[in-house]
Structures are given as structure tokens and as C-alpha cells.
């Protein structure tokens, strides 16, 4: 799965069907690799029909990879570094992310 060049921004009245579930929203614990740590997301199931199609991929069903301001329009909020990069296909509301290891670490200092 890919991206869109550029992100989509979603309107008021898109934000607006989203409020709900917001608070519903859980966040996995982390988990590691060597490389990389990861975490997955499960929207509230219901939340899938209230989020604008063009956010799907029309081959698979499922949501397309987002751009950071995609999904933290959705109401995903996390530290800085996460980037979405699978939708759980058997389970298409559960998103996984990942990012650098020590991201917070190595990043915090350069401020």
C-alpha cells in the first residue's frame, strides 16, 4: 500500500462526523525490533463508516496509507515520529505504525 502524494485534509463537517469516536480510539503498548519501534491503533469499527472514501483504497477496501496529518485529523494522537505504514487487512480498523528506535532520544536533543 502507498500513500497519496499529498495529504488530504478532511472539512469541518468530516471532522465533525469523527468527534464521536475520538474517545474510543485505543492505543496498543509499544514494541520493538532493532530498528524500529511499533504500536498499532484500533479505531472503534463504526468509526470506518463515518471517514471520507477517498481515505480507502478502492482496490482493497481498507484505508490507504496516510500522511501524518491524515490520521492525526482522525483524531490518532501520538508522539512525534509515528508513521502509519500497514492497515491489519483481516481487522481493517486496526492501523499499525512505527518508527525509530530511540526517536524520542536522538530527536529531543537536537531542540
Not at 21 to 40: K, L, M, T, V
Not at 46 to 72: S, V
Not at 101 to 107: E, G, I, N, V
Amino acid at each position: 500500500m502507498t500513500k497519496t502524494r499529498f495529504p488530504r485534509l478532511l472539512n469541518a463537517s468530516e471532522r465533525e462526523r469523527l468527534e464521536p469516536f475520538i474517545d474510543q480510539i485505543h492505543y496498543s503498548p509499544r514494541y520493538a525490533d532493532d530498528e524500529n519501534e511499533y504500536r498499532h491503533v484500533m479505531l472503534p469499527k463504526a468509526m470506518l463508516k463515518a471517514i471520507p472514501a477517498d481515505y480507502f483504497n478502492p482496490e482493497t477496501g481498507t484505508l490507504r496509507i496516510l500522511h501524518e496529518e491524515e490520521w492525526r485529523g482522525l483524531g490518532i494522537t501520538q508522539s512525534l515520529g509515528w508513521e502509519m505504514y500497514e492497515v491489519h487487512v483481516p481487522e481493517p480498523h486496526i492501523l499499525l505504525f512505527k518508527r525509530e528506535k530511540d526517536f524520542q532520544l536522538k530527536y529531543s536533543q537536537q531542540r
